[in-house]
Every structure is written in structure tokens, then in C-alpha cells.
């Protein structure tokens, strides 16, 4: 009977934290937009993580539905033809209702404008629009109404206070919001190379980890290693210079020690071992780059 | 603490809740993404494989059945292995295997291996392991494109089992070289081994290079570094029965030279793959005979040597999927979709030149009066193999092949149990692949 207590507790506690889980969250409020829709909170993505996604999804049609269908909070493809188009919502089936999975959608903030800021989904975006243009729709988790805010720069000063704009350039450079493009795509933000880098180095030197908050996490990232390895000392031109920066940055990365501090936020020091740095490179992980349908691979295919 | 099924409950739920606590934590334990755990840049994954197959066959492989050369059929399991792999922080690569040997219907451990790749320029490898000798010998035998690999794999020794070594690998963007030296794993009567390290030596280069094409040139080399040892030629014409009938070319006795190298080339155009391989070996030794006779020792020595040379084109098609071309083990291996055929058709050509002192009299392993009709003369192997794979998924797959060979210098006139001796082997084989 003491042993059957003890498990009666365990399970309680597991269920109550599960609850807990449930429910500390605001209620989500997701709306369905198009990608012209939306307005940035940075002024840079990942060029070739963009360029990537496209040529794999050219390669393999249903990774485009199963990606769309998994962003967009319903969880993967069920069915699509050679006729489906991701304008047409109609013309291929996901296996859950759109935004049923709302921790997967990616995330806006309406400003004193009433537009929508992207705070979460840069790439997702940019890819929409290169790939079936604005009108494609988007579902969207609506995080925080500041449509009443008095002014802009209120609107943006929250956005900063709550870490959930990122006003620097290419080079890390600060940029001022007024200088943001009124659009979220490939051709209207900055190419941020290593914001790409740090796309193609998961798993390789870092893996995010489940629990973190830290938001712009790539880009924060991003921004300690051009310390150690600037941008502009990396070839980055062909499938073979970029695999070689890749290796150069895996290294300056799993060197540094696990308490170095990446960025300090709110007072609190993240550490490299809170942004999942390795302590070596999974050389598993960096030859799946290069193999024949390893992402670098695919990426510097396409167009040949 | 008493261990019931209460405490494992109460196990269970302390471990779930540092499954929370701990989100590097991540396990999978289905059969599409297998039966693994991974935490602290850490996994270990259990792995199995089964393929069993009904062979068919008839002629010579079917020389040792009761009726000699009837067309016959055998279910067997060609392969069953089961073990764990993964990586100790990033840098410590492992593997353990048991094999099943349908002969002794015994397990063994095939593969007991640990690395270090830890540093930039090379990783390191110490134990039992295969070493990828060859393209279609580099490919897993789980993503051969026939049922069997082609028959120069039977007359080189660069893919033998080995019972321990050392390797040293490392790849770029477009190559890949491996070096290793290892000793041969024997079975415990074998008599006259080669306790020597063996030396091998592989380098692949890619010049073509895209989603869609492929162009791999590749050289492997080995040198059995042999120690007067016994060396046996002979193949089973990718024909796997439960007598095991083998044909025997020729031995060498007290072995001074083994070495044997392959030359790679393949290409891949998205479902199309052209491979060719071709193989050069060359087997000396002598067999040296001591009498005493009336108080006088007299030493006989006949020198013994063999010369082999041959090799494959194939051609496959892969409907609607292409297979994964690994860069740095420079080798092809599962598609890159699945539920679909992949025809496929093989032309191999093999030349055995022993000497008459090294050549074989009984060339069947399990009955007598196959013999050659010239001892002194070479043997020529014609093989043609055409068959299908179907790609369920990744657990499961079928292949049915059939295979044709012809082998010259057969002395036909010969009878085993008044049957006429055959210079031919027909075999058609249907595999199920079941692996995780």
C-alpha cells in the first residue's frame, strides 16, 4: 500500500505539471493572413536557408505540403496532387485543422497601425512569398495587440523591452526600425550569411535546446561567433569554401569554453552551454552536409 | 529498495521527469525512426536486420544434392544481425553487432568497434569491422543492388571478416580516403593462417557533384601481407545454399604475395546509375613437400601463383527516386524515396589463371568429379544478373534476381552419380529484408 501511495504521487505529479503546462500560456488568438500581409522585426534572414528550402522542396514536392501543413499548426500532409498549389488551401489536405497546433505556428504582435509584425518566422515567410508570392495564405498566433499604443516608437520600444525585434544588420551593426522594409522577403531583407551558417550548423556544433526562450536565438549567436570568426574572412561562393567556413566555425564554436557568455539579456548571462554549443563537432551531422542530398549539396544544385 | 513492479513504476516516473528537466533528452522508439536514445551529444540505437531468402538453383551450384544438379530450392536465412550503435560525446563512435551463422546456428559478434573523431584531420578506429573495400564491397549489403554482390567480391579478400585492426579515415567536400591494417578472423580449426596485419587502403573522388548527378572514381588496394599461409580462390557464382556449394579455382600454400586492387567508377544521372568495377589480384606461394626416405630428407617445391583479373558494369533504374550518395564513405546506399522498383541488370566477367601446381583437382567443396580439363589453363566466369528491387520503406524491401553463369575450362564429360558435370549455374533467388 505505501509503494501503491508513492505511485499515486508520482502520477499526480506528472499530471499537474502537464496541466500547469496547459494553462500558464496565454490563450492564443491565430488568424490566417497572406505573406504580403506581414511586416518585419528584423532586417536580415538567412539568404541560403531560404534557397535551401526551395531547392529541396523542387526535389521533393511533398516536403513543400508537409513543411506548410506542419508551420502552419496542422500538423503534416495528408494528401496533394501534382495540381496543388499552397494558394489554393482546398487543393491538398493536412492531417489537422490548420492552427490546431498552436505551438508550432510562428508569431505576430499587431502594431499602432493595425499591421502585423512577424516576430517569429522570417524565413517561413520569405519563403512563402519567393515561392507562390504574397497572396499565399499564412496562419498566424497573434501573441500581443498593441493597436492601442500611441505611437510607433512606444510600439517598437515594447517589441525591444520584450526581446522580440532584432535591429541589426548583416554585420551586426544597430539599425533603426524606420529603416525596416514594409515587406518579408527575400529580395526586401539583408542577406545575413551567418544567420545561414548558423542554419546549417544544427546538430553539427549546437543544438537548440527544447526549453530555451531565448528569442533571435541563431542571431544572437550569430553575432558572438563574427567575434571570433568574422563574416568577412569567410568564403562562402562555392559548395566546397562554404563547407570549409562551415568547419572553420564549428571549430571557434565547440572552443569556446561552456560558461563563455554569449549575450547578456535582461540582466541574465547566457552562457554557450545554454545555447547548446557542443563540446565537439558531430562529424556525422557535417558529412550529411555534403552528401548528395545533404542540404549544401542541394543548395548550391540548384540553379546549375 | 525491493525491486517490484511498483518500484519500476516509481523508476518510470522519476525518469520521465528528468526527460523534462532535461531537454537535450530525446528517444524514438518506432520503426521509422528507429529505437534510440540520445542526451549529452550522446545516442545509442538499436539496430537489427533479417533478410531471408528462397533460392532456386540448379546445375552446378546444385552439384552436391542428393540428385546432382537438380534444379532444387532452399529457404535460408542469409542474414540476421542485432546490436547497438551510437557516439559518446560527439567524438566516440561505437558499434556492437551479433551475427547469426545459419551453419551453426550460433550467434557472433561481427562487429565490436570504438573511434575517435575528435580531431580535424583524421578519425581513428580500433576493432572489428568491415572495411569498405570497393564501391559495390563499400555499399551495406542491406542496399547491394542484387541479392549478392558480384563475384569478384568472392575472389578478392579485401572484404574477408577481419577479427580486429586499425583504421584511420577522413573526408573532404569531394573525397574520401580510409587506410587500415587488420588481422584476418579465422574460424578455430582453420590450419595455416595469415597471422599478419593485412594492409588496406581506399580513396574516392567525386569531380561531378549535384542533387541530381553524380560522377564517383575510386581506387582500393590491399595487401594480404601474407605469412606462408594457406590462400583459397573460389566463389559461390552469388549463390547461397544450405550445402554451400563453392567452386574451388585453386590453393596456395605457404603464401608470399597477395595484393589485389579495384578500380571504381560510377555515375548517377537522378534515377539512372551506371557502375563498373575492375579487379586485379595476384596469389604466390609454393607447395613445399619434405620426404625422409632410408635417412635422406629430400624437399620437393613447387611454385604456385595465380592471376585474377575481371570486373562488372551494371546498369539500374530507380523509378521516381534516386539512391544517397554518402561523400565521405564514397559509397551509394538506400533511395532517397521509397515504395518504388528498381530494375536492374549486371554483366560480370572474371579470369582465374592459376598454374597447375596451384590449381585445384576437385573444384566442388562438397563432391568429387568436377574437374578441369586443363589444370594448367585459366578459368573464365560469364556471369549475367537481372532482377528487381522493390522499396517498400526503410524497414522493408524485396529483391528477386536471377542469375546466370557460365565458367570455361569445366571438364563436361565427367559425371557425378551418372549425371553429366555442368559448366553452367542457374539460380533464382527472392529475398524479404526486414531491418530497423
Given amino acids: 500500500m505505501k509503494y501503491l501511495n508513492y505511485v499515486l504521487l508520482s502520477l499526480l505529479s506528472v499530471t499537474a505539471q502537464s496541466w500547469a503546462t496547459e494553462n500558464v500560456a496565454n490563450t492564443p488568438s491565430v488568424i490566417q493572413l497572406k505573406a504580403a500581409d506581414l511586416r518585419p522585426t528584423q532586417p536580415s534572414i538567412g539568404d541560403q536557408q531560404v534557397n535551401y528550402k526551395i531547392a529541396s522542396y523542387v526535389l521533393s514536392p511533398k516536403k513543400l505540403y508537409a513543411d506548410y501543413c506542419e508551420d502552419n499548426g496542422a500538423e503534416g500532409v495528408e494528401s496533394f496532387t501534382e495540381k496543388s498549389s499552397l494558394l489554393d488551401l482546398n487543393s491538398f489536405k493536412c492531417l489537422a485543422p490548420y492552427g490546431s497546433k498552436v505551438k508550432d505556428l510562428k508569431t505576430a504582435v499587431i502594431g499602432p497601425d493595425k499591421q502585423y509584425y512577424l516576430t517569429d518566422g522570417h524565413h517561413l515567410v520569405s519563403m512563402l512569398n519567393k ?19 500611441g505611437s510607433m516608437k512606444e510600439f517598437w520600444d515594447f517589441l525591444a523591452e520584450n526581446n522580440l525585434t532584432w535591429l541589426k544588420d548583416a554585420h551586426f551593426k544597430p539599425v533603426d526600425y524606420q529603416s ?9 531583407l539583408q542577406n545575413d550569411q551567418y544567420r545561414s551558417i548558423m542554419y546549417f550548423l544544427r546538430d553539427v556544433s549546437y543544438k537548440k535546446p527544447k526549453s530555451t526562450n531565448i528569442p533571435f536565438f541563431e542571431f544572437y549567436i550569430a553575432e558572438w561567433l ?18 570549409d567556413s562551415l568547419q572553420k566555425v564549428a571549430n571557434a564554436m565547440i572552443s569556446a569554453p561552456a560558461d563563455e557568455v554569449v549575450v547578456e539579456l535582461d540582466g541574465k548571462k547566457y552562457t554557450a552551454s545554454d545555447f547548446g554549443v557542443f563540446t565537439a563537432i558531430n562529424k556525422k551531422e557535417l558529412n550529411k552536409l555534403i552528401d548528395q542530398r545533404g542540404k549544401l549539396t542541394v543548395v548550391f544544385s540548384a540553379g546549375q | 529498495m525491493k525491486i517490484n513492479k511498483y518500484n519500476l513504476v516509481l523508476i518510470f516516473c522519476f525518469s520521465s521527469q528528468v526527460a523534462n528537466a532535461n531537454d537535450d533528452f530525446t528517444y524514438s522508439s518506432n520503426l521509422t525512426d528507429g529505437f534510440g536514445v540520445s542526451a549529452y551529444q550522446s545516442s545509442i540505437a538499436l539496430k537489427g536486420r533479417l533478410q531471408y531468402d528462397v533460392v532456386n538453383f540448379k546445375d552446378y551450384s546444385a552439384a552436391s544434392q542428393d540428385t546432382p544438379f537438380k534444379d532444387s530450392t532452399n529457404g535460408i536465412v542469409r542474414r540476421g544481425n542485432i546490436g547497438v550503435e551510437g557516439n559518446l560525446v560527439n567524438i566516440l563512435p561505437y558499434e556492437v553487432r551479433l551475427a547469426y551463422d545459419r551453419k551453426d546456428r550460433s550467434w557472433d559478434v561481427d562487429r565490436a568497434w570504438a573511434g575517435f573523431t575528435g580531431w580535424q584531420f583524421a578519425d581513428f578506429y580500433f576493432g572489428r569491422d568491415k572495411f569498405g573495400f570497393g564501391l559495390e564491397g563499400a555499399t551495406s549489403s542491406s542496399w547491394a543492388l542484387a541479392a549478392e ?32 591494417a587488420a588481422k584476418l578472423k579465422y574460424d578455430s580449426g582453420d590450419k595455416n593462417i595469415n597471422d599478419n596485419f593485412g594492409y588496406y587502403g581506399r580513396l574516392t573522388y567525386v569531380p561531378v557533384l549535384s542533387a541530381n548527378q553524380i560522377l564517383h572514381l575510386g581506387f582500393s588496394y590491399h595487401d594480404a601481407n601474407p605469412d606462408k599461409n594457406d590462400t583459397k580462390i573460389a566463389t559461390r557464382l552469388e549463390t547461397r545454399t544450405r550445402n554451400d556449394d563453392k567452386l574451388r579455382f585453386a590453393d596456395v600454400s605457404n603464401t608470399t604475395k597477395d595484393d589485389e586492387a579495384i578500380i571504381e567508377l560510377g555515375y548517377q544521372y537522378e534515377s539512372l546509375r551506371l557502375q563498373s568495377e575492375y579487379f586485379y589480384r595476384t596469389v604466390k606461394g609454393a607447395d613445399i613437400e619434405t620426404k625422409t626416405k632410408k635417412g635422406v630428407t629430400t624437399t620437393t617445391i613447387d611454385e604456385q601463383n595465380v592471376r585474377l583479373d575481371g570486373g562488372y558494369l551494371q546498369v539500374s533504374y530507380l523509378f521516381d527516386s534516386s539512391r544517397r550518395y554518402s561523400v565521405a564513405e564514397g559509397k551509394w546506399g538506400k533511395p532517397n524515396k521509397f515504395n518504388t522498383f528498381e530494375p536492374f541488370y549486371r554483366f560480370e566477367y572474371s579470369s582465374i589463371k592459376p598454374n597447375k601446381a596451384a590449381s585445384k583437382k576437385q573444384l566442388n567443396n562438397n563432391v568429387d568429379g568436377v574437374n578441369a580439363v586443363d589444370r594448367d589453363d585459366r578459368f573464365v566466369v560469364k556471369s549475367s544478373v537481372l532482377g528487381v528491387n522493390y522499396f517498400y520503406n526503410e524497414n522493408l524491401s524485396f529483391n528477386v534476381s536471377y542469375i546466370h553463369s557460365h565458367i570455361s575450362n569445366i571438364d563436361t564429360s565427367k559425371s557425378i552419380d551418372d549425371k553429366s558435370v555442368k559448366n553452367s549455374n542457374d539460380t533464382l533467388v527472392a529475398r524479404a529484408q526486414f531491418i530497423f
Avoid: C, H, W
Fill in chain 1, 226 to 243: 563574427n567575434k571570433k570568426v568574422p563574416v568577412d574572412s569567410l568564403k562562402l561562393d562555392t559548395r566546397e569554401d562554404y563547407y
Fill in chain 1, 131 to 149: 515561392v507562390s508570392g504574397g497572396d499565399t495564405p499564412v496562419f498566424i498566433r497573434i501573441t500581443d495587440d498593441k493597436s492601442a499604443m
Fill in chain 2, 149 to 180: 554482390r558480384p563475384i569478384m567480391y568472392d575472389l578478392t579478400s579485401g572484404r574477408d571478416d577481419i577479427d580486429y585492426g586499425y583504421a584511420v579515415k577522413t573526408s573532404g567536400s569531394n573525397y574520401s580516403i580510409g587506410l587500415q
Fill in chain 1, 180 to 188: 525596416l522594409p514594409q515587406t518579408v522577403s527575400a529580395e526586401s
